[in-house]
């Protein structure tokens, strides 16, 4: 069955671009979130979507960045003038339910380079 | 605020071993769930165990068991008769009734022939 996908797989960007990430969750699911993870590091958490409502958006390191999912189902990150420190994987993770009782599923990741 | 403790930046153990791997959480909040993942060098986060914070038994899934102390706010998980296949980075999360999900920052197993 088709799990989460996220493209692009990587990207590279020249400092000061924007870049967009794109996530598609498991169908029906109702839960998504965003993470970045650094090398070496845990995932930290970004953002919530719980259908089309972002229910949290504390993570967001800055206003560079900005979630959207505005049918409640895919999802868009967008980083405006990238940063290097703005490198990491960012994952994609989407839950069954909005229960706190329900594992994430997991996309691939979208590997950003700033240069 | 650090929500997440994991205090082992790595571990090592003899393969067919059994190995602990801790995690400490904090929460106000009566309603939460802790999950155990993992995450090979490919890169993919493989979901392993979850145990909810009403849950009066310890989880486990196969190989994998949460020890699970709420009065402790830890979370270990516990993997049996280890594979060299377990080497990979393990996460503890917690996931707080609210929606947010924070991570620890991981544990690298080395599983030894």
């Known amino acids: 069955g088709a799990g989460v996908s996220q493209s692009p797989r990587y990207k590279v960007a020249k400092r000061g671009q924007d870049v967009a990430l794109r996530c598609d969750p498991i169908s029906g699911h109702v839960s998504l979130f965003w993470y970045q993870q650094a090398l070496g590091q845990g995932p930290e958490f970004l953002t919530y979507?719980?259908?089309?409502?972002?229910?949290?958006k504390s993570g967001l390191p800055s206003d560079r960045f900005f979630a959207e999912r505005p049918e409640g189902s895919v999802s868009t990150l967008k980083i405006q003038r990238t940063q290097q420190e703005d490198s990491a994987v960012y994952l994609c993770a989407s839950s069954t339910h909005r229960d706190a009782a329900y594992e994430q599923y997991f996309g691939p990741g979208t590997r950003l380079t700033v240069t | 605020a650090q929500k997440i403790t994991q205090t082992q930046p790595g571990m090592f153990v003899q393969e067919k071993e059994a190995v602990t791997l801790d995690c400490t959480y904090d929460?106000?909040?009566?309603?939460?769930?802790l999950f155990w993942y993992k995450q090979p060098s490919s890169g993919e986060m493989i979901f392993l165990i979850y145990?909810?914070?009403?849950?009066?038994q310890n989880a486990t899934e196969g190989r994998y068991s949460l020890n699970f102390q709420k009065a402790r706010k830890s979370a270990n998980l516990v993997i049996s008769a280890s594979q060299l296949g377990d080497s990979a980075m393990y996460f503890c999360a917690m996931r707080e009734a609210g929606g947010q999900c924070r991570f620890g920052a991981g544990t690298r197993l080395t599983v030894k022939p």
């Open positions: 979507f719980q259908n089309e409502a972002q229910l949290d």
């Open positions: 929460t106000s909040d009566p309603s939460y769930g």
């Open positions: 145990q909810g914070s009403y849950d009066q």
